[in-house]
Nanobody, 117 residues
Framework: QAQLVESGGGLVQPGGSLSVSCAAS????????MNWYRQAPGKERELVAA???????KYADSVKGRFTISRDNAKNTVYLQMNSLKPEDTAVYFC???????????WGQGTQVTVSS
């Protein structure tokens, strides 16, 4: 019953902001590291942001300073705040949960983010 459901995607103009969310259920959210990946058509899926169980964050160089990942364990939700969006940020954004100890890796279905004027 493990499930990740992304929401909040949509169309935004270059320079604009958007926040996407990922609601988790069916597993113990607080002990999983959470990641946001994105994938554009014909391109490989890439890691854009990660947050550990302890709250340590890391970002791809392409989004550093513009995106912020956060988590709310009480709500079983991870967020990605995206600012100063660029057309090259256009992609399907996927939520990913990882627990390395038992080799568990869950994925959401993704939410489309389109940056265009």
């Amino acid at each position: 019953q493990a499930q990740l459901v992304e929401s909040g995607g949509g169309l935004v103009q270059p320079g604009g902001s958007l926040s996407v969310s990922c609601a988790a259920s069916g597993f113990t959210f607080s002990i999983y590291a959470m990641n946001w990946y994105r994938q554009a058509p014909g391109k490989e899926r890439e890691l854009v942001a990660a947050i550990s169980t302890g709250g340590t964050t890391k970002y791809a160089d392409s989004v550093k300073g513009r995106f912020t990942i956060s988590r709310d364990n009480a709500k079983n939700t991870v967020y990605l705040q995206m600012n100063s969006l660029k057309p090259e940020d256009t992609a399907v954004y996927f939520c990913n949960a990882v627990r390395s100890l038992i080799k568990v890796n869950y994925w959401g279905q993704g939410t489309q983010v389109t940056v265009s004027s």
